[in-house]
């Protein structure tokens, strides 16, 4: 056995690594999640109907090529937990492994046909102190691993706060998402399909945002891909 591995399965032993949905010791060759709980995800199949919840969301807003949700955020529920974990509870490494997954669930069905660019939902720079990680960029670092397509997350910032939106009417909370997002300066994305990456879609007001954002800078294709979508 190698050193590594050794070292690897005695660290298990101490520090057992836990499945965030049902909490049970991850077996070898289990990474992020544990098989059951990942057969047990309700995939939404999104990817496979044009006109979907999710792609209902833009049409006659913002031209959107190809939508994909991994599996429905159901509350209360175990895909709840999942997002929790990679949010919040400092599972960025399970956010990555759990997008590798997904885009390994994908590939065969030619959805990233014709991407050439990922595009991490960014965080306003407060939010990402504090968190100290964006997960939409791990979720895209897995991503990346199984596509080789490659990661762009300086072309769109979160420029505006928008932490107290609880507090605010709904024409100033559009208003706050709506202008929350900026490219690059002079960022050319025309004859480019890029694809935005967000955790989880519940209005679709964020995705939006940014790909109204990324559309100003020449006409790009821009699909959407996320771990969860709300029923
Ligand atoms: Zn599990």
Not at 68 to 95: N, V
Not at 135 to 154: H, L, M, N, V
Not at 206 to 231: E, F, V
Request: include cysteine.
């Amino acid at each position: 056995m190698k050193a590594g591995l050794f070292f690897k399965e005695l660290t298990d032993l101490f520090f057992p690594r836990l499945c965030p949905i049902c909490r049970q010791a991850l077996n070898r060759g289990e990474e992020g999640i544990c098989t059951t709980c990942l057969h047990r995800l309700p995939r939404t199949g999104y990817h496979r109907d044009p006109f979907s919840p999710m792609a209902q969301l833009f049409l006659g807003k913002v031209p959107i090529e190809r939508c994909a949700a991994f599996f429905f955020f159901t509350s209360p529920g175990d895909a709840r937990q999942l997002i929790h974990h990679i949010k919040y509870h400092g599972g960025k490494q399970c956010g990555s492994i759990i997008g590798e997954i997904y885009a390994h669930e994908l590939l065969p069905s030619g959805f990233f046909d014709g991407i050439d660019a990922l595009v991490p939902v960014p965080l306003h720079p407060s939010k990402l102190r504090h968190r100290g990680y964006n997960q939409c960029e791990w979720i895209a670092a897995g991503i990346e691993r199984a596509t080789g397509i490659e990661q762009c997350s300086d072309w769109l910032y979160h420029t505006r706060n928008t932490r107290s939106q609880t507090r605010k009417g709904i024409y100033d909370r559009w208003l706050d998402t709506h202008k929350a997002y900026e490219t690059a300066p002079e960022l050319d994305l025309s004859r480019r399909h890029i694809l935005l990456i967000d955790d989880v879609v519940t209005t679709g007001a964020t995705l939006l945002a940014c790909a109204q954002a990324l559309y100003t800078c020449g006409n790009p294709r821009i699909s959407c891909l996320t771990l969860a979508a709300a029923q």
